[in-house]
């Protein structure tokens, strides 16, 4: 299992009529953010809510969330990265990560509206921003080229990421206030 949506580029966005709004998260929304995350990483949902406690009170890091009225129902980060010798291919600067929609909500269009956020909130602090994805997960290459995004490379490996060189692909976006 890869924790990639189905790829269908011929489906249309869906309409809802529940209230969808995405803002910054506050503590008492991470344990939902966590249980999203751990479907896709696996690992301990406390140990990914302490981790992401942490990433609230860091000033080069946000943490979105997305709402159907008052329910939590996606996730998304973004943090500053600074080149280190070992990763010469991954740059200094702003990351989106961690982009995930509860399943039942996907395809309303929230994972765009996460990102578009993130790249507000990047855009007061960068005139770039950087992301990155495995080659072979469509739904989030789609999502991100529609809105800028355009490749860097594909030889590139970074701190912590399973993706092996060729397997996944940087890209960046220009950010504009
Ligand atoms: C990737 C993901 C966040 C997209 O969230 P979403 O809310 O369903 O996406 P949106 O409805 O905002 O889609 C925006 C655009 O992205 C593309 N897209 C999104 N999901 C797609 C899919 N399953 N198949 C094809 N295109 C897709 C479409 O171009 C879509 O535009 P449209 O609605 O006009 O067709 C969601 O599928 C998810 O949580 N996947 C699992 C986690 C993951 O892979 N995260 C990315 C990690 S880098």
């Known amino acids: 299992m890869n924790g990639f949506a189905p790829y269908d580029p011929d489906s249309t966005r869906r309409p809802t009529e529940s209230a969808i ?11 939902v953010c966590a249980e999203l995350i751990v479907t896709r990483t696996g690992g301990s949902a406390e140990d990914r809510r302490e981790r992401l406690l ?6 080069d890091r946000y943490v979105a969330v997305a709402c159907a009225e008052s329910e939590v129902i ?9 080149l280190t010798p070992e990763y010469p291919t991954a740059p200094t ?3 989106l ?4 929609v509860a399943p039942t ?3 309303y269009g929230i994972g765009e509206l996460l990102t578009l956020d993130r790249m507000r909130w990047t855009a007061e602090r960068a005139d770039e921003i950087h992301y990155f994805a ?6 989030t290459l789609d999502l991100h080229q529609r809105l800028g ?3 860097v490379t594909r030889n590139f490996t970074f701190p912590n990421s399973p993706l092996k060189p060729g397997t996944g692909v940087l890209l960046k976006a220009p950010l504009s206030r």
Not at 134 to 139: G, S
């Open 149 to 151: 995004f355009t490749e």
């Open 93 to 95: 600067g702003y990351y």
């Open 21 to 31: 709004s995405v803002r910054p998260a506050v503590a008492a929304d991470l344990a």
């Open 105 to 107: 909500w996907r395809r």
């Open 54 to 59: 942490t990433d609230l009170e860091q000033a």
């Open 74 to 82: 996606g996730y998304g980060g973004v943090f500053h990265y600074e």
């Open 97 to 100: 990560v961690g982009l995930i």
């Open 134 to 139: 495995n080659l072979a997960n469509n739904a």
